[in-house]
């Protein structure tokens, strides 16, 4: 049978020796692991824009592998490391809030400290717990040690702020919650709310207003736009998306995460 | 027996979740698929690029690799997603010319268009389909699923322009195909063109016109020019290539993709 | 059992077709090795920043891994394509340097000089000796082929400047010899070395300068700074480090690969 797939998320880059010796400490332990980057280059820091990008591609990945996510202001402080256990994953990560979104979402089945020096490198530093501490845990982990191996039950966890989309009378109000590569403005307002407003309501003319802009067209997908226009959708994730066409909408529009979004829906009358 | 490679060419670049959620798609259907990243850098929506990145590796991997192609500017339009077999790999991408270089290098054995929703996941998003149709099809076709299964034949599909180098007297035309990430100019001008004619005739001196620039150093290698020189050669894809050594011939020369191109030959008298 | 791992660490970038080629040339050799990438983005020709990077991952793999480096000004010169047998590891690798401070460190038992065709794709171009050359001879290693096979041994080998700090009454002289990722000045300054100082002397002040710049900040982790706060500290190397917490001491001094630093104890009297 294959090997729990270990799938590392990290704001390290490709440029230096970190990831490699991640990867390196790992095989060591086992050699026969399935290691998949997600990514290196999460925002430096960037505790919330991490979360989001683990939440938008957990749930493709095959049941048991074990998430290591490094992201980590607070190296070497008293924070905590933890392992969580949801119904079909796990999660390895500092106690920074970056795993809530995900293990909320999942099913959270237990939530532990690792506190189990057996598991550690010999002599961890204090500035790379990644490699000395995390790594190996996930590497034991994914020869199937039992998670009660790795530290006792804890039942608080940090959590980020989830910012939720408000519905008010026929507005919704959200939030640019992730810009990606293509500059494509991801919201936290799910199609299906907008759907559902459509449907509920005798709907005549939806619109977004992001940035002082409105923005008219609300297309099916990318290419239903004109090359260069600005639009928004459903995207891949269940979320409104803004774009541009063959463009980018962040420069276009010259937004950012945090910004505010309001979708306005006009009735026959 | 291993499995058959996936190779992944995409535009997604890696600091998103897009990448990522091929490859746990992928797993998920397969775990032991053995997943190689070609690149995901190739310049957003350009599929001449691509086509060429692709055509100078693909002879480099194990037979039956299986090679999924994603970037893609019509997504969610009404192209196409093809499913080729050549004589020695298989090719997955969608119908926008991506592929015309390599497999008709390569002896097309079939074509396919990819239509059964069996092996699609669940509810396939508008926005992503390489996540949602083809790194599902990759994944099965993987585990030697037939060809036949996922659809039925095509006779036609896209084309990228190949602009081919003309020779004319003593002169041979070319254009700038590709620039690498050292600033090396890459033509379309094969080495053999120019070996041909210099055995040809009696050739004494040969040089080469780009940007108004004369270049007269025509090298076996980088490390027979001096340190900043710029010079000429045939590169390791068999093509003629325009070099600094140590240095990038783009920035000198002030070049890009498309630029024209002049091989002179001066015979004896 | 596990075929040997081969660690990749190039100058090609992850944009174009060199590192696919690479990979796709040893799993058409050995279709079970198991590729890991170290970094590909080491700067442009640049043997001391790459033989830094090796030396502070390498030993975190596993016994056996090959290491296939390939950052190389001279390609196509007549250096000699090297093959390091260490106590633990193999090494592929131009004759440029970048072997020197690994192989040193590991204990060396064999140097041999590449010279056995039979082990390269046929018909090698002149300028991409990684992939016609070194990359088969990487997937033959991996597959357990004898060193002997490869070319006869050499006694002599390039070797990098090594640049060790020194020790001057209460002072230590240094100098910086990387900067990572996150803009952390790493320094050739073993923390042993300090804490050593500080331990035989009475000390109770110890202090660092770079860049005109008085550092008094001397700390265990990063977290124990304020943000924004220069500090130093023994990093996750060994090696004493100059960083900001959640900042670049990089950019905030203005400092540089080579700079000088020198700590200084001041003890009680």
């Known amino acids: 049978m294959a090997s729990r797939v270990i799938a590392l998320m990290t ?11 991640l990867k390196g ?19 430096s820091f960037d505790v919330f824009a991490s979360s989001f990008v683990l939440f938008s591609t957990f749930q493709y990945f ?10 980590d202001p607070g190296v070497g402080s008293s924070r905590k490391i933890l392992l969580a256990e949801t119904k079909n994953y796990f999660f390895i990560a500092p106690d920074n809030g970056v795993l809530s979104l995900v293990i909320e979402k999942d099913e959270i089945k237990q939530i532990r400290k690792v506190t189990n ?4 490198l010999p002599n961890p530093s204090s500035t ?15 020869k199937e040690v039992p998670c009660e191996e790795f530290g006792h039950e804890v039942s608080h966890y940090k959590k980020v702020s989830e910012k939720r989309p408000q519905v008010r009378g026929n507005e919704i109000l959200g939030r640019i919650l992730y810009v990606d590569k293509f500059g494509n403005l991801i919201t936290n307002v799910p199609f299906q ?3 559902f407003l459509r449907e509920k309501r005798n709907v005549e003319m ?11 067209s609300f297309k099916k997908n990318y290419s239903s736009a004109k090359k260069g226009e600005l639009l928004f959708l459903g995207g891949s994730l269940g979320l409104i998306e803004i774009a ?9 529009l010259k937004a950012e995460t945090g910004d505010e979004v309001r979708i306005i829906t006009r009735c026959e009358t």
């Open 11 to 21: 704001d390290f880059g490709k440029e230096d020796f970190f990831v490699a010796s």
């Open 25 to 43: 400490t790992i095989l060591k332990i086992n050699p026969l692991a399935r290691i998949v980057d997600i990514t290196h280059r999460v925002p």
């Open 62 to 71: 095959p049941l048991q592998t074990i998430f290591l996510v490094i992201v």
């Open 117 to 120: 020096e057996k598991f550690f």
């Open 128 to 142: 790379f717990e990644g490699r000395d501490k995390m790594a190996p845990v996930a590497a034991w982990l994914s």
């Open 193 to 195: 709310m907008v759907d």
């Open 206 to 216: 939806i619109s977004l207003f992001v940035k002082n802009t409105e923005i008219l």
């Open 244 to 252: 541009v066409r063959e463009g980018s909408a962040c420069e276009k």
